[in-house]
């Protein structure tokens, strides 16, 4: 089992471009998330997912779409980059509300200049 | 609305010396309690967890936390650290309830770095 995966590793883009980041994972797990971390900010939730066909806001969700039309991928969106969303984005999941644990993806690093 | 303080930014160790990692959270409800680990360019691994029970948990490589209810604290120790163990710690809370959705509210992370 791949586990949660990310594409892509890496990604510079320039202001104003768009692109989309991929979230898969095969344990069949019903929630995922997108975070971003920042130096000396943690980590911090852009949005989610309680199951395939739904999408809510996070703490962060400003300039980010997301979608969910299968259940074992979820999709993170920038439409019109900007140098603020230059960070590094984990995926994870979660299998059910009882089981707490999250487990992440390797990450995208994304520089936008 | 759940908070998470890591009172260290960067905790400089010498190999085989001990090490403490402070976590506080502030929340109104009840929460489980978290320590995520960040090797060097690498995603996030669970280290350890508090959902209930004893107060005091154990990972499989020598760290252990003790969630203090009065103090909402939940530190992490190690008795000998390692250069292995250099990373960057997050301490993470998710608030009691179904409603939460399982979202994590992490610390701002410590550095910890090993030195031989």
């Known amino acids: 089992n791949a586990g949660v995966t990310q594409t892509p590793k890496f990604r510079v883009l320039k202001t104003g471009q768009s692109m989309t980041l991929l979230c898969a994972q095969d344990?069949?797990?019903?929630?995922m998330y997108w975070y971003r971390q920042d130096p000396g900010m943690g980590l911090r939730l852009i949005h989610y997912?309680?199951?395939?066909?739904?999408?809510a806001k996070g703490e962060v969700p400003d300039g980010y779409n997301v979608s969910r039309l299968k259940k074992q991928n979820f999709l993170l969106g920038l439409e019109s980059a900007a140098p603020s969303q230059t960070s590094v984005y984990f995926c994870?999941?979660?299998?059910?509300?009882?089981?707490?644990?999250?487990?992440f993806g390797p990450g995208t690093r994304l520089t936008v200049l | 609305a759940q908070s998470v303080t890591q009172l260290d930014s960067q905790v400089p160790v010498f190999e085989e010396a001990p090490v403490e990692l402070r976590c506080n959270y502030s929340?109104?409800?009840?929460?489980?309690l978290f320590w995520y680990v960040q090797y060097p360019n690498q995603g996030l691994q669970l280290l350890l967890k508090?959902?209930?029970?004893?107060?005091l948990v154990e990972s499989i490589n020598g760290f252990e936390a003790e969630f203090n209810k009065s103090q909402t604290s939940f530190h992490l120790r190690k008795p000998s650290v390692h250069i292995s163990d250099t990373a960057e710690y997050f301490c993470?809370?998710?608030?009691?309830?179904?409603?939460?959705?399982?979202?994590?509210?992490f610390g701002q992370g410590t550095i910890l770095t090993v030195h031989p």
């Open positions: 994870a999941t979660k299998p059910t509300v009882v089981n707490n644990e999250q487990f």
């Open positions: 344990m069949n797990h019903e929630y």
């Open positions: 997912s309680v199951g395939e066909g739904t999408t």
């Open positions: 929340s109104s409800v009840s929460v489980y």
């Open positions: 508090y959902l209930s029970g004893s107060t």
């Open positions: 993470a809370v998710i608030p009691f309830g179904g409603t939460s959705y399982g979202k994590l509210t």
